[in-house]
């Protein structure tokens, strides 16, 4: 009797634990809009981030060899947006509609991206970067609310494992986008 209650009890925990994994929740719809939309923002604001980055590299947009700088700028310059708007952001995350505001936001990184197009046809570096600051913008504000609107979608037992899904989402993104920015600007 041990030996057969001690197995049954391991697949008994075993089916538990299935059933409760956090991956079950990208199949719901409380989780799965906003898992990929935050997904596809983060890989394509790294693939534009590493495309550019790259294009600054080896001289594609600018003549002159002192390309560190620039890549610097650009690397400095997505990420200023954290510093400077996540209170602000925090704040109207805690003060306004979540899903309203996420449309909104969503909505500006359309016209960002619209920007981004333009900037590129006209082979502008001064409006790159501007597009490349703004998309830090934009992310900055999109980062507050993800995870702000996850307790009014997901149920308190499932929080952790909902933050942890939106977290793993979001580096997977990073990752891939800055791999394809790479090769699609190489």
């Known amino acids: 009797m041990g030996e057969t209650a001690r197995r049954e009890s391991q697949a008994s925990r075993a089916s ?14 409380r989780l ?3 898992f990929l939309t935050q997904f596809l923002g ?3 604001d790294n693939l534009f981030k590493q495309a550019f980055i790259v294009m600054l ?8 060899g002192n390309s560190a700088i620039y890549v610097n700028l650009a690397a400095g310059l997505f990420v200023l947006p954290f510093f400077l708007f ?6 109207l995350a805690d003060t306004y509609e979540k899903s309203r505001l996420i449309r909104f936001v969503k909505l500006g990184e359309v016209a960002i ?7 590129l046809y ?23 609310l993800k995870y702000a609107i996850l307790p009014q979608h997901l ?24 791999i394809a920015g790479g090769v699609e600007a190489g």
């Open 16 to 29: 538990s634990a299935a059933s409760t994994s956090q991956f079950r929740l990208l199949a719901t719809n």
């Open 32 to 34: 799965e809009p906003l």
């Open 42 to 44: 983060a890989f394509n």
């Open 57 to 64: 590299t080896f001289g594609a947009l600018i003549a002159n």
């Open 86 to 91: 996540s209170a602000v952001a925090g704040t």
């Open 113 to 119: 991206a619209t920007l981004a197009g333009i900037a």
């Open 122 to 144: 006209l082979e502008s570096v001064a409006a790159l970067f501007g597009v490349l600051f703004l998309l830090g913008v934009q992310s900055t504000f999109f980062g507050q």
């Open 155 to 178: 149920h308190a037992s499932d929080l952790v494992g909902g933050n942890a899904v939106v977290q793993m989402g979001t580096f997977v993104a990073i990752l891939l986008g800055t």
